[in-house]
């Protein structure tokens, strides 16, 4: 099974407008976190947002937010305000585990490509 | 500010040859990470390293091997190249148990 789904392989958005980019997890590990990164053509991975498992608010980051739903194992991020700029590759990761050293693995999903419209 | 390098961004490499990856950051990172990253696929990892000398197996290590030396230094080896393994590499590092992995530019490798 995949460990993190994103359905929407692109989706498109107004300028100015809000976006909603969907996740769903899937672990058994009650400590987990999730993450959202932002890749642009350039290529380069820009971390934004982090939403640990036990935290009781969702995060927020500027104009992104992480609307965390645990019982749906959904972790969506939510841009609001688009711009020109936020046109990239959106990629939701999800750390679990316990491997050697201590660290928790990290997996990725096949990411969203958003594409913003003046 | 956190420093992730890649030796190169784009490599033309020949089936059959040694490959070698090399990835630098310049924080004191304890971990580093190499993942590829293929379309529809998202990035899938191949090895990562929690110490100097100390390596452990990612999803997907098959045709690959890895070496920590350095603490700041990260390398990939394609032991033998083949045409499957044409795709973007990406290396990360981060401090303890952070969740915050620092990415390099990545390096786009074709086997030809």
């Known amino acids: 099974a995949q460990k993190i789904t994103q359905t929407q392989p692109g989706m498109f958005v107004q300028e100015k407008e809000a976006v909603t980019l969907d996740c769903t997890y899937d672990?058994?590990?009650?400590?987990?976190?999730l993450f959202w990164y932002k890749q642009p053509s350039s290529g380069e991975m820009i971390f934004l947002i982090y939403?640990?498992?036990?935290?009781?608010q969702n995060a927020t980051e500027g104009r992104y937010s992480l609307n965390f739903q645990k019982a749906r194992k959904s972790a969506n991020l939510v841009i609001s305000a688009s711009q020109l700029g936020d046109s990239a590759m959106y990629f939701c990761?999800?750390?679990?585990?316990?491997?050697?050293?201590?660290?928790?693995?990290?997996?990725f999903g096949t990411g969203t490509k958003l594409q913003v419209i003046p | 500010d956190v420093k992730v390098t890649q030796s190169s961004r784009y490599l033309v490499k020949r089936t059959g040859e040694k490959v070698f990856l090399e990835c630098v950051q310049d924080?004191?990172?304890?971990?580093m990470f190499w993942y590829r990253q293929d379309p529809g696929l998202g990035l899938r990892l191949i090895y990562f390293?929690?110490?100097?000398?100390?390596?452990e197996k990612g999803d997907i290590p098959e045709g690959y091997s890895v070496s920590r030396e350095k603490k700041e230094r990260f390398s990939l080896i394609l032991e033998s190249a083949s045409t499957n393994q044409t795709s973007m590499y990406l290396c990360?590092?981060?401090?303890?148990?952070?969740?915050?992995?620092?990415f390099g530019p990545g390096t786009r490798l074709t086997v030809t």
């Open positions: 990360a590092s981060t401090e303890g148990n952070s969740y915050e992995q620092y």
């Open positions: 672990t058994s590990d009650p400590s987990y976190g």
């Open positions: 939403q640990g498992s036990y935290d009781q």
């Open positions: 990761a999800m750390r679990e585990g316990r491997g050697s050293g201590g660290y928790q693995k990290v997996t």
């Open positions: 924080m004191d990172h304890e971990n």
């Open positions: 390293s929690y110490d100097v000398k100390m390596k």
